[in-house]
């Protein structure tokens, strides 16, 4: 190849290399119109005109620089479970919006306590309820138990009445020098004279009472023998062929005294 060829080749590349580079040179200069202008009295003025031009770049980048929208409403209801307030990192939140978020955070947290304090009082009442039904239970059974022991002692009382009333029945049974026998409600009465009649003389010669009711002396020391053995008198037939009645208190202690 020719020399003079490969020198002007050299110097065409030389050249663009030099204007490329003269290009890129005046771009990165500052234009005259963004320069300040010097002002009169730009000395007098000092650091707070260079706070001043600051300040206006400095709300310029912001209002150019992209915001983040705060979470919306909805995003805000799927994050509802979480105690915590979750903001996106770099997002800005004004101080309405969050305090409608720790307004709902909060009323959260209080629904759940409610809840909570819902549910241990319902529990406290199904413990109070079992509770009562387990003495309502408890009482029915008692009451039970007791009416039957009344029952029965009713039953054992009235069975000891009617054996009582065969034996006094069989007492007074009228012998051949006694009373003509009669219907039940005369014996029974005989029966009920007879006790009275002691228990109001308190002391009563045998032979008399016998007389006075028309029977044998042996056979109204044998009544008044069964009747103490029915508990239905209480007292001693001394020597003299008296009977002395008396109940069970006065009887023990006469027999002490003697």
Known sequence: MDVTLLVALGSVILLLIIS???????????K???????GP???????????????NRGARLRANAPQEQPPS???????EGQREIEVPDGAKIGAKKKAKLEAKAEKKAQ????????????????????ERKKAEAKREAEEKRREEEERKAKEEKERREHEEYLK???AFSVEEEGFEEGEEGNEMNLLQEFVAYIKNNKVVVIEDLAAHFK???????DRIRDLQKDDILTGVIDDR?????????SLDCGTRRK
């Open 73 to 79: 409403d909805d995003e805000l209801n799927q994050n």
């Open 168 to 170: 006094m029945k069989e």
């Open 111 to 130: 629904r759940e306590a409610e809840e909570q304090s819902r549910a241990e009082r319902k529990k406290k009442e199904q413990l109070a309820d079992e």
């Open 32 to 38: 005259a119109d963004d320069r300040p202008r010097p």
């Open 215 to 221: 029977l044998k002396t042996q056979a109204a020391i």
């Open 41 to 55: 009295n730009r000395a007098r003025e000092g650091v707070p005109r260079r706070a001043q031009l600051a300040r």
């Open 241 to 249: 062929g008296k009977f002395i009645y008396a109940k069970g208190a």
């Open 20 to 30: 490329v580079a003269l290009f890129f040179k005046k771009s990165d200069k500052p």
